[in-house]
């Protein structure tokens, strides 16, 4: 349910499927394996040679109505104009904006309060305990089941948000084991340490590591800087 809608954010991945991935990268330059995380460091095709598969021809459009034969950096429409949040790696089925967001409303359960946010997960919650200036914790998220409640879930994502900017840092964090396990990446990758265990980091504004059955994956958006990400990283303890 989480990774099965991909936002398209094609020059910049951050959870991709394998067989996806390879048509739009040239080559994979490394790989790094923590555990349940895998990041690769990819070699990025260039701008329009990344063509549209074949069970998206005939449902994405650039700004003027257009048929696209190749994805670029401008943000793609469907026949009636509506702009594409992403679409479905399996069935190719395409979501807009519009839907992605109301689905999104309806799929998730907000709680304000970090003492109540171990009622709904299977595993310990961490927050951190520095944050950079101006950052305040805002909420956290969960994925609603099927039921539309949320009962020792495997996932929760947390949101830091600077009141005066509107600019937010993301993290999630989810119970480690084989159904949670993800693939992901990145133009840059380098394995570092968060409280002496592997860390990757990506593209100077993700972390992602594991410790004590908890993955945790925080992306500072490009609001920080790398060592004030780090340092905010090494604080979940």
Same mark, same amino acid.
């Given at each position: 349910?989480v990774?099965?809608?991909?936002?398209?954010?094609?020059?910049?991945?951050?959870?991709?499927?394998?067989?996806?991935?390879?048509?739009?990268?040239?080559?994979?330059?490394?790989t790094?394996?923590?555990?349940?995380?895998?990041?690769?460091?990819?070699?990025e095709?260039p701008?329009g040679?990344?063509?549209?598969p074949?069970?998206?021809?005939?449902?994405?459009?650039?700004?003027?109505?257009?048929?696209?034969?190749?994805?670029?950096?401008?943000?793609?429409?469907?026949?009636?104009?509506?702009?594409?949040?992403?679409?479905?790696?399996?069935?190719?089925?395409?979501?807009?904006?519009?839907?992605?967001?109301k689905?999104?409303?309806?799929?998730?359960?907000?709680?304000?309060?970090?003492?109540?946010?171990?009622?709904?997960?299977?595993?310990?919650?961490?927050?951190?305990?520095?944050?950079?200036?101006?950052?305040?914790?805002?909420?956290?998220?969960?994925?609603?089941?099927? +039921? #539309? %409640?949320?009962?020792?879930?495997?996932?929760? /994502?947390?949101?830091?948000? &600077? !009141?005066?900017?509107?600019?937010?840092?993301?993290?999630?964090?989810r119970?480690?084991?084989?159904?949670?396990?993800?693939?992901?990446?990145?133009?840059?990758?380098?394995?570092?340490?968060?409280?002496?265990?592997?860390?990757?980091?990506?593209?100077?504004?993700?972390?992602?590591?594991?410790? +004590? #059955? %908890?993955?945790?994956?925080?992306?500072?958006? /490009?609001?920080?800087?790398k &060592? !004030?990400?780090?340092k905010m990283?090494?604080?979940?303890?």
């Amino acid at each position: 349910k989480v990774a099965s809608i991909a936002l398209v954010c094609i020059l910049g991945f951050s959870i991709m499927q394998t067989s996806f991935a390879q048509e739009f990268v040239d080559k994979v330059i490394k790989t790094i394996s923590l555990g349940h995380i895998t990041i690769c460091e990819y070699e990025e095709a260039p701008i329009g040679s990344r063509p549209i598969p074949e069970y998206l021809k005939g449902k994405v459009f650039d700004k003027d109505g257009n048929p696209l034969e190749a994805f670029s950096s401008d943000k793609i429409y469907t026949s009636d104009g509506e702009e594409i949040a992403g679409f479905n790696f399996e069935t190719g089925e395409v979501k807009t904006v519009t839907e992605a967001e109301k689905a999104r409303k309806e799929g998730i359960l907000v709680v304000k309060d970090p003492n109540e946010f171990n009622n709904y997960t299977c595993f310990n919650v961490v927050l951190p305990s520095y944050l950079p200036e101006g950052f305040e914790f805002d909420r956290a998220e969960f994925y609603k089941d099927e +039921n #539309g %409640v949320v009962e020792n879930t495997k996932y929760i /994502g947390l949101y830091f948000t &600077n !009141e005066k900017t509107g600019k937010y840092i993301y993290m999630q964090q989810r119970f480690a084991d084989e159904e949670t396990a993800y693939a992901g990446g990145a133009k840059k990758v380098e394995e570092i340490k968060i409280n002496g265990v592997d860390a990757v980091l990506y593209d100077d504004r993700n972390i992602d590591w594991e410790a +004590n #059955g %908890v993955i945790y994956a925080l992306s500072g958006r /490009g609001e920080i800087t790398k &060592n !004030e990400l780090i340092k905010m990283a090494e604080s979940f303890k």
